[in-house]
Each structure stands twice: as C-alpha cells, then as structure tokens.
C-alpha cells in the first residue's frame, strides 16, 4: 500500500489543479493509496510512523526539497521504500533522482526502480544531499583522521552525497571547499568571487571553526552548528528512482 504525504506549501488552492491530476494519473496506473495532506497541527514525523504502523510500503513525499529532508531522518529509521513527486520549486533532490516534476513522476513511480542509497548523518540528524556552511575565515576540517584541511580565507563549504567527484551509494561523502578571491580596493560592490574547489572524500568528517560557532545549513535554514561531526550511513534508504538520475 502507498502513503502520498503532501507538503504544507503545496497543499494550497494553487496546487490544487496540479493534485488532481496527479491523482487522476496515479488511478490510471493502478497506484493507490492513503493521501495525507501536512498542515500546521499535523507532524510529519507522526504522519509517516502512523502510515508505517497501518503496514504502508512505500511512502510518497510530494513537494519540494525541504519535506524530503525534513522526512529523512524519520524514514532512515524504518525499513519502507520512498517515493518522490516533485512539486514547488527547489526540487534538486528529484532531478539527481532522474524524477520528473510533477505528473509525469507517477509513471517513474509505477516503472518503481530503485536504489538503496547513502544517507550523511550529522549529530544524529540524516542529510540525503548536502548541507552548507557559509563564507568562513578560520576552518579546520578532519577527515577521518588521516589528513586536516584548513581555511585561511574566506571559502565557502558544502558536504554533498551527489557531487560530481562520487555517487550516492559509493559509501563516501564528498566536502567541496571553494576559496573566495580576496576583494581589490574597487571590488567592493561587486559580488565574490571564487578560485578553484577541492573536493576531498570522506567517511567520516569532523567541522572546527577558530572562532565563533558557524551555522551548517540545509535549504537556508541553520540545523546545527560547529563544531559538528559528519559521517556516511551507507545504503540507509531505498528510493525509487528514474532513468534520467545522475548516477549509476
């Protein structure tokens, strides 16, 4: 049995065409299922364990890339395939999957390929794609304890599990450090600029910073800050994915 979960954004009267010919589709291939729509007074953490309990074997998060990762961390703790119908904007997530947006995702869900994939794991809160720590001066990276890399300018870092230098069931995690080119005396006003990235693997991935706490951030928003610990979780989630992903 299928349990579709609609993100609080998208359950407005904008979406509403958009739902229903979702559903309407989802019929036409024989996918049905419970429909549970998030609002303020109804958990998402509570409204998948409870689709678990009811014996649902693939939960379906239809929405952007903020209810995926706000799902995650529940659904890493149970064994049930995810399903992904991508609506909104910030949709990242679904087109590494090779998952079309919105309608056209229910004939992905109906071919039902699936990939066990990697989750990152950062002071006992699951990550499927990446976080992101802002420009920092003073930064000292430990990967697993066999090497440090440390900040000297300002850079900027993100902690990604679909770059381009892995995949996201190689067992690793990649931090990407891209330094900022220091500003001129008539560069003020000009947005920075970055030289060239590094990109280091890692299992396991230790964040200092010299000075204050700095915030490590998933789709803008600070979910913990330095100094933190990041590892790999390998093949933690089965997903169902498309043809088009941007991997193996």
């Known amino acids: 049995m299928y349990t579709f979960i609609v993100e ?3 359950n407005n009267k904008k979406f509403e065409p958009e739902l229903a010919k979702i559903e309407n589709r ?14 303020i007074l109804k958990s998402l953490s509570e409204t998948i364990k409870d689709a678990i309990q009811s014996k649902s074997e693939t939960i379906v998060l239809v929405g952007t890339d903020k209810l995926i990762n706000n799902a995650i961390s529940t659904l890493a703790e149970f064994k049930t395939t995810i399903g992904i119908i991508p609506l909104g904007e910030q949709t990242f997530i679904a087109q590494s999957l090779g998952i079309p947006h919105g309608i056209s995702a229910c004939d992905t869900l109906s071919a039902r390929i699936t990939s066990s994939l990697d989750l990152g794991k950062v002071n006992n809160r699951y990550f499927l794609s990446a976080l992101h720590v802002p420009d920092c001066r003073t930064l000292t990276l430990n990967c697993d304890n066999q090497f440090q890399v440390s900040t000297v300018t300002p850079s900027t870092i993100d902690i990604s599990n679909f770059s381009e230098a892995g995949n996201p069931h190689d067992g690793k995690l990649e931090v990407i450090v891209r330094p900022q080119i220091e500003k001129s005396l008539f ?14 693997p890692f299992k396991k991935l230790t964040i200092r910073s010299g000075g204050d706490s700095l915030p490590i951030m998933a789709d803008g928003e600070t979910i913990i800050k330095t100094p933190a610990t990041i590892e790999v979780v390998p093949k933690r989630v089965k997903i169902i994915v498309g043809k088009k992903r941007s991997f193996k």
């Open 26 to 39: 989802l019929i036409e291939l024989d996918i049905r299922g419970r429909w549970e729509k998030l609002t």
């Open 187 to 200: 560069s003020f006003m000009k947005k920075p600029s970055y030289s060239k990235k590094s990109v280091f």
């Open 8 to 10: 609080s954004d998208i």
